[in-house]
């Protein structure tokens, strides 16, 4: 810690030093849900056996602190701000091993004079994020006051441009600081913007809130939606082919959490990734869609790139597969590719359809919808294997009468077990 | 490797030693065999540790002095390969039917598994592998195949001269082994009872190593009726171990 302060570290994280004080043996297993010493497993047998105290994480920290202060005595500082940064106390060993007589360590010691006082070297340029500058502070908080306050409904018309960033972020945060995580009822707020959106547009944006673009968006739009409704739409004066053109940019969605999405035209690379709650309804998509996706509905009724579905391990995306591509588009090592058969799921895909046609005018929907009947067959459902195998087996848990959350433990104890075999199975074969 | 599940689904079992009123008629070995389906179940309860503490080596940590690779032939016992696994436990040790009967298992002594439970039965499913490589005949005469035309004297024919002689015989060197006693092993023939380890079992081994190339001088000590000058004359290299007695150092005579 003492070289690291004065190489310039001002803050210290400490992760596996603590955990090792808990009683973690360093077992790697921790994915795997048989941590020995239960600080890493949801195993109720196996979590019997921790026996950590918080007690154990303060007495090593006061030892860490306590040799910091010895080495700083010795240098001859009182704090830890007086010590960043400064190299000069530093002198290297000069090792005669092989390896390590090669390093040149000049230009990681070397000084800059960036201030006339020392002290100054610990925190020396403010940050300033200009966010009273930003269009949430300056227009949409104000504007939303009486949704915030007494749950009006407000609807608004916005012109937006590629400068402004996180549009909606910190009005949501306004509502959860009120509201908490529920936020407000479905469409309170209804934000219509035109125009280029910049970056994280619609960003971890709550319930309540429903923002509609008419024009496109840059990339991570809707990244970590919280319950929010997000629509994009081409403008009406574009000429261009909606389900042939990208309108909104890469990495949609990403980690988003619950909530929905209705885009009418193509989305970038990366859509959905770690997605794990939203409903989205999109027009096509670049690589690597639905890639680590843990939970949540998908439905793309175009052109899907490579790598589709790639360590999805949750969730279902419905993909309008005519021309037959998904089979080679998919990374089929998670997941399996089914028919839509199941009356739950067609219902679920023509529900998704029939609001994405209701708020974007959808011609691809529209003419789905006109002929459901034969366009469903068209349709291609993805969905992880080892989720589903989970879904069947809470299913058939709640068919014994047991409780949700009952059910959810059971059918997880019932299912890891087999998977894990399974998975041993794997690894020997591979050798 | 290994079942990730086994620690929390089996038990730690050890065969059942023979009865003692049948023993007291008779010197030989008391511990027993288990079958294979038995020892998979021993060798699934292997965590497959991150960090193995079971083959660290450190005397202050404990584990496995010789570095054996525990954890990876738990698991192909556990996947019933025995042979894969024999491959590997003779990585790192010479003599696994002797380390496997007389070992007092620092293994199991630092094995995680023994932390809140029983230990992994390192000790039992060592000498299963090996014994049953020599039951199935596939422990065989290894001749080397290049000679290096040097020749290396091990003075003291225990574990470690016998270990280390294989190593240099193995390496082409041409290997002569001097001992005082009338029979090679050392404190393996001539210090531990029968009923732990027999002799039998030091003499397969050593009739091996002869066949290897390895030369034995019996009832030849150095010094005394083979003179340390003629020793260094006739050899390139002298490897004394510790305990060859009349060397310094050395283990002290006491009868």
């Known amino acids: ?431 | 490797m290994g079942k990730p599940t086994g620690f929390l689904e089996y038990e730690r079992q050890l065969p059942q030693d023979r009865p003692a009123d049948e023993r007291m008629k008779d010197w030989a070995e008391f511990h027993t065999h288990y079958d294979i389906e038995h020892l998979r179940k021993q060798g699934a309860r292997c965590m497959n540790c991150g960090v193995p503490f079971c083959h660290t080596g450190d005397p202050t940590v404990g584990g496995c002095p010789l570095g054996n690779l525990i954890p990876e032939w738990n698991d192909l016992v556990y996947h019933g390969k025995i042979e894969e696994a024999y491959k590997r436990l003779t990585k790192t040790s010479n003599f696994p039917e002797f380390t496997g009967r007389v070992c007092p298992a620092l293994c199991e002594g630092s094995c995680t598994a023994g932390m809140n439970g029983d230990p992994v039965t390192v000790k039992n499913i060592e000498v299963h592998i090996i014994d049953t490589m020599f039951e199935q005949g596939k422990v065989q005469p290894r001749i080397p195949q290049k000679s290096t035309e040097k020749r290396v004297a091990v003075i003291g024919s225990g574990p470690s001269g016998l270990a280390c002689a294989d190593i240099l015989n193995q390496c082409g060197h041409k290997v002569t082994v001097f001992e005082r006693s009338d029979r090679v092993g050392g404190l393996l023939m001539y210090g531990i009872p029968n009923m732990k380890l027999d002799k039998k079992i030091v003499q397969r081994r050593v009739d091996i190593l002869q066949k290897e190339g390895i030369t034995f001088l019996t009832d030849t000590e150095v010094g005394k009726n083979y003179s340390a000058a003629k020793v260094v004359n006739e050899f390139d290299a002298l490897l004394r171990r510790n305990s060859s007695e009349g060397f310094a150092g050395g283990r002290k005579k006491r009868c």
Request: proline share 3%; hydrophobic share 40%; net charge neutral.
């Open chain 1, 1 to 431: 810690m003492a070289v690291a302060c004065l190489l310039g570290a001002e803050e210290f994280g400490f992760a596996t030093g603590p955990l090792i004080t808990m009683g973690c043996v360093m077992m790697r297993v921790c994915n795997l849900d048989t941590c020995p010493v239960g600080v890493a497993t949801q195993n109720p047998e196996l979590r019997a056996r921790f026996k950590g105290k918080p007690e154990y994480v303060e007495n090593f920290m006061r030892f860490i602190a306590q040799d910091l202060r010895e080495w700083m005595a010795k240098i001859g500082v009182k704090t830890i701000n007086e010590m960043v940064g400064h190299v000069e106390k530093l002198v290297p060993k000069h090792l005669h091993h092989w390896k390590a007589k090669e390093v040149d360590l000049t230009n990681m010691l070397y000084q800059p004079k960036i201030c006339s006082n020392d002290s100054e070297r610990y925190f020396n340029t403010p940050q300033d994020h200009e966010l009273e500058k930003c269009i949430d502070v300056n227009a949409l908080v104000r504007l939303c006051q009486p949704a915030i306050n007494n749950g009006k409904k407000i609807s608004a018309s916005l012109a937006i441009t590629n400068i402004n960033r996180v549009c909606g972020t910190i009005l949501s945060s306004e509502i959860t600081k009120k509201y908490g995580a529920e936020g407000l009822p479905e469409d309170t707020i209804n934000l219509d913007f035109s125009g280029s959106a910049g970056q994280s547009f619609g960003a971890f944006q709550t319930h309540g809130v429903t923002m509609r673009l008419e024009g496109d968006s840059n990339d991570y739009i809707g990244k970590g939606l919280s319950g929010g409704k997000i629509i994009v739409v081409p403008p009406k004066k574009a000429k261009f082919e909606a389900d042939k053109n990208v309108i909104i940019g890469n990495v949609a969605f990403y980690g988003a959490v619950s909530g929905e999405a209705y885009i009418n035209g193509m989305a970038g690379e990366r859509f959905c990734v770690r997605n794990s709650g939203i409903t989205a309804v999109v027009e096509g998509i670049g690589q690597h869609g639905c890639e680590y996706m843990t939970g949540g509905c998908v439905a793309i009724l175009g052109e899907i790139g490579r790598n589709f579905a790639a360590g999805m391990s949750g969730g279902v995306a419905y993909v309008y597969n005519k021309d037959n591509t998904l089979d080679a588009k998919c990374n089929k090592s998670l997941v399996l590719i089914e028919k839509v058969e199941d009356s739950e799921d067609v219902a679920q895909l023509k529900e998704m359809l029939e609001k994405h046609y209701k708020y974007t005018g959808s011609k691809t929907a529209k003419a789905i919808l006109a002929d459901w009947e034969n366009e469903v067959k068209n349709f291609a459902k993805v969905i992880p294997s080892a989720y589903k195998e989970m879904i069947t087996e809470i299913k058939r848990c709640k068919a014994q009468g047991l409780s949700d959350e009952d059910a959810i433990m059971d059918a997880f104890i019932e299912v890891s077990k087999t998977t894990i075999i399974k998975k041993t199975e794997r690894s020997a074969v591979n050798g």
